[in-house]
């Protein structure tokens, strides 16, 4: 299948998708302000380079796009084009999250991870609902935990 854009407009496409400071991630940040947490961002000795790092809980929080990082929901579709490439690329994506999971886990961090599906999308949840999950987490003992958005059950 051809793109139906050229080289030169996907290229800049593909430039203006952000790594961090993401819609998601920008709201959970609100949230947890304003609930009175503080925090530090993508913590760069930290495995993963957490989007959220909660020291006096000893907590990191990951904001995932369900593209990104193959989540399976309505959110995520595998590209029609280039299809080896995307393979590869979204499992390592993975695979890299799984090994920082385990590394920060091991390394005495807790680890939530946010989906986007959780924030956006027709299986959102209610925002005061995320804000509840995300401070149960946080006084919890839980070593890892992920919200996500609701099942198709519901």
């Not at 309505?74 to 979204?90: C, E, G, M, Q, Y």
Request: proline share 3%.
């Amino acid at each position: 299948m051809v793109d139906v854009v050229t080289l030169a407009v996907r290229k800049r496409m593909m430039a203006g998708i952000k790594g961090c400071n993401t819609k998601p991630e920008m709201l959970i940040r609100k949230l947890l302000f304003a609930n009175g947490y503080r925090f530090r961002l993508h913590c760069k000795n930290l495995p993963g380079k957490p989007d959220i790092v909660l020291p006096k809980y000893k907590a990191v929080i990951f904001t995932h796009g369900c593209f990104w990082h193959q989540h399976n929901c309505h959110l995520f579709k595998w590209p029609a084009t280039r299809k080896d490439f995307w393979k590869s690329k979204i499992s390592e994506n993975k695979t890299r999250d799984e090994i920082n999971e385990t590394r920060l886990i091991e390394s005495g961090w807790r680890v939530l991870t946010v989906w986007e599906c959780a924030i956006k999308g027709k299986r959102r949840l209610d925002i005061a609902e995320i804000e509840s999950l995300i401070q149960e987490w946080l006084l919890s003992i839980k070593k890892s935990n992920a919200i996500l958005g609701k099942s198709t059950n519901e």
